[in-house]
């Protein structure tokens, strides 16, 4: 849509791309960072099997790469400062400050009282162009399968979800269900539907080898869960719903270092700093 029209009938409230003001970034440091592939070093890999969960420290100036080694599926992302964390991803103010869906250039935001890039993404094979259905993909309008949902609607006791894989994955480092939060859905392609504003999913485009990649600003716990809803093509919900088992794979998780030559002139970023919030300044 012009951008004419947008600025006469509703406003951009908190970032314009064509205007990004404040909050705008040399994206030529990040886009180095993804095509200089030879100047970075691999130091963790690891597969996520199929529905299970997996937790990994990475250092400030890492780039992370979350791979679709056998095909499509969904995994659902946490984040959290390695040393405190009580500082977590917040994808409702990354919805408002990035977009609904996330791609290369748009960067996953902490909350309060923090609100500093946690990571920016360097990198994304997936297509950005929308579906006929108006789906676009990696997610941030939904959040994780829980067993508490299907218990409510459904009466089902049901402990294979990925709040309970992140809630295992996280326990090695002292966190637990409540400090799971709400997800990026990596590889998952969502919308919402044009009459009553539904929250919809479509099946997961991702082929073998995809990938989606990003560069840790600050250091960080990541985890992630491999859905076992698999790549969403099949929706195991109800009584009819038959158990997606065979739509799983396991993903790939990888880790680099890179040269401190790339790092160059980059320093992580600081949380924003507020007068107390508990006094009026009258
Ligand atoms: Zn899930």
Redesign the pocket.
Known sequence: MPLSWVRMTAMRLYRDPEVPGRLDFDRGFYRRIAEAVDGRRRVHDHIVPIRSGYAWPVKAGSVVRIVAVEGPQ?C?LNLWHRDNPRERFWAARTRQLQGAHVTTFDRLWSCLPYLRPMVTITNDTLSTEPTANGGRCHDLLGS??DPYLYKLLDDRDYDV??HANLSRAIAPYHLNELDVHDVLNVFQVTGLDPVHEIYFMEPSPAIKGDFFEFFAEIDLLCAI?T???GDLSEWGWGPEGADPVANCRPLGVEVYELEGEMLKGWTPPEPVRVKSVYQTSG
Request: aromatic share 0%; hydrophobic share 10%.
């Open positions: 969904v659902d994780r399968c979800t990925c869960s859905c076992p809803s």
